[in-house]
């Protein structure tokens, strides 16, 4: 999607491990790290989790030039939900979520789900991730979705880059 939309990814993805590390005083690392490497564009991918607002979320982690914060709603699993065509691979029967954003914990629901259709499980979100990706997640799929706003956010956010 990056390659079509013209824009190219320097650096692999950084878990920052938790919403704590993302505050101003402990992301400066990570921003000059992708600096080091030649982005002129950081993206940073959170949850809202328990968190109030999108807003509060994004001032907490302090906006910055050429950064860009986007706030999943409850959790980027979410996102999963909202990708149909993935979720009925992934669970190897035909699936549907009318309000992804509304779950209350994404991967937990995704992990019980797994159990129930295939009998195995998804261990990490990591090992979730990239299940997905290998069953064709595409964030515009979850854009695509009436009730998944925050991937339809990072997605317009990601095209507005494009040279």
Known sequence: MLNNLGIECIDSVIDASGAGNLLPQNIEDFR???????????????????????TLTKK???????????VSVKEVESWFLADSTAMSKLLKDSFS????ESQENPFDYIKKLML??????????VN???????????IENAASHPNCSSANYFLTKLQSLRP
């Open 32 to 54: 000059q790290s992708l600096i080091d490497s030649g982005a002129n564009q950081i993206f940073i991918l959170t949850d809202l989790d328990d968190n109030v607002c999108i």
């Open 60 to 70: 907490r982690i302090t906006e910055r030039l050429n950064q860009t914060i986007i």
């Open 97 to 100: 979520f009318e309000n992804p």
């Open 116 to 125: 129930i259709k295939t009998g195995a499980g998804c261990g990490s979100k």
């Open 128 to 138: 979730l991730a990239n299940k997905m990706i290998r069953r064709g997640f595409s």
